[in-house]
């Protein structure tokens, strides 16, 4: 059997599904949305290990950041530097999937070069969170 962007490309399917039957469009409201969301998220909780460890160190950092009082400033930082882990490992995520949906089975040299490339956003994410925390932690640990 052929990948899923094959629904798309007109011609026949070997299991018998016609390419051009589609589901009803329904307008979605901000619930539907928001539901779809959480859905996702729990997805990549449930699927991704590394996910789940950048939001365990992203825990660890914020109980360490209430145990040294923090100013908002700082929290701003802190906050960012978790989001943007946080976002690029879903990201990451989401491309991944994607390669593989239009891969299939069949290994590709630019497929692999493009999921390298999306870890590779995720491990430079985790080097600007590390720099962040480092400025931003580090003169609170040295005093106290």
């Known amino acids: 059997m052929r990948n899923r962007l094959a ?20 307008a979605r ?19 991704q ?3 789940r460890i950048h939001v365990v160190a992203g825990a660890g950092v914020i109980a ?3 145990w040294l009082g923090l100013s908002a400033l700082e929290w701003l930082w802190i906050s960012f530097a978790i989001g943007l882990v946080v976002f690029a490992e879903l ?9 593989d949906l239009v891969v299939g089975l069949h290994p590709d040299p630019l497929a692999r070069q493009v999921k390298d490339l999306a ?9 600007i969170a590390v720099v962040i925390g480092v400025l931003t932690l580090g003169p609170h640990l040295l005093t106290s």
């Open 7 to 26: 629904l798309f490309s007109g011609a026949p399917l070997l299991d018998g599904v016609d390419p051009q039957v589609r589901r009803p469009s329904h």
């Open 49 to 51: 290990p590394n996910l």
């Open 119 to 127: 870890a590779g956003c995720v491990l430079a994410a985790t080097i």
């Open 91 to 99: 990201m990451n995520t989401a491309i991944e999937q994607t390669v």
């Open 64 to 66: 360490l950041g209430m």
């Open 29 to 47: 409201t901000l619930r539907h949305s928001l539901r779809f969301a959480c859905s996702g998220l729990r997805e990549a909780w449930r699927t």
